[in-house]
């Protein structure tokens, strides 16, 4: 859900940019930033090579929403498919330096790409290496080299960390991914905050709500007596279009949030497909042939009863 415009700096040929972000680490922290990014709008690339420190679990029994647990590998898998659902790339590569551009950030890889992205994002839990070019203004741990982030920002404009490379977390694959989003909101803040000015910014949030709650009658006099109290805070500095597109395009957000009731049913059956994907074939035609033999079991029941 994002107030971006359809074209990004990356898709504009008079930059240099390849990228608007690029997330390096396919964990569950850069997998989860990679989801919100891309679900904000940014044309986001994850690279990702060699082992999360999940695979040093041996089956992952403490996140939220898996009652049985998981094996690593299937929730690295789960968290891959969601970031790629949403419009991010996921690739295998392993980014060995950044640099400051003009643009942003220059990325160099193992596999000799060398692209410009407008911010950088970092998860890759032990190795920040190929950060050395900022070392002087990153702050750290004295006794783990751990980066210290305010909610993912750090003192580099347009370069965040998350996840075990941060001193901030707790080292839980759940906190991580908390710690994804949260740098990833940052991020999106701090671009909004750039396109329009720091309230607009500090409202973001990435939700799907109904379709009645936002543009019923009054709605627009509501929003506008908000934002005029709420957005056009004192002192702002911005010329009185600028506002006026502002208060547009907040508008046109809030509308793009709301889906209809087929459209929520919709997505609950193309969630669960989604995830079925991801489940062993032998395990789906087993519990599919116990549904049926219940099915059939009830009916029985049913006919013997005269229903
Ligand atoms: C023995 C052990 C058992 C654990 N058990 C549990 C558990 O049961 N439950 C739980 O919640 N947590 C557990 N954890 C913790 C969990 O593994 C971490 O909290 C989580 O994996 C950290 O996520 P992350 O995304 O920050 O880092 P990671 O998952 O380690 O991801 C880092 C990513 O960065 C990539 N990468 C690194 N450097 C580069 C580079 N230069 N270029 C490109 N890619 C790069 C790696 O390939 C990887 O994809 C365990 C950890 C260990 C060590």
Redesign the pocket.
Known sequence: MSTLPDETPASDPDTAVDRDVVV?????????AAVFLARYGLDTLV?????????????????LGFPGGLS?QRF?DLGRAHAEAEGATVEA????AVDPHEDGFAVE??DGRSLVTRYLLA????????LSAFEADLESDDEHDFLVTEAGRTPVDGLYV?????RD?????????G??ARAAIALARDDLTDRYWPAIGERYVDWVVDDDRYGGDGWHEDVDDWFDREMVVEDLDVDSERVEQAREDLKAEFLDRGIDEAERERRERHGQQRLLEHLEDDLVLDRAREILAAREAADLDALEAGE
């Open positions: 390096v680490g396919g964990g569950a922290a850069g997998l989860s690279l990702a090579r060699g082992n999360s420190a999940i695979h040093q679990c041996a089956h992952l029994e403490n996140y690593p690295l590569d392993h980014v060995e890889t193992q998860a890759s839990a032990y190795d920040g290496e190929y998350a996840g075990w490379l941060t977390t707790v080292h839980q694959a759940v906190v991580n991914a710690d994804g």
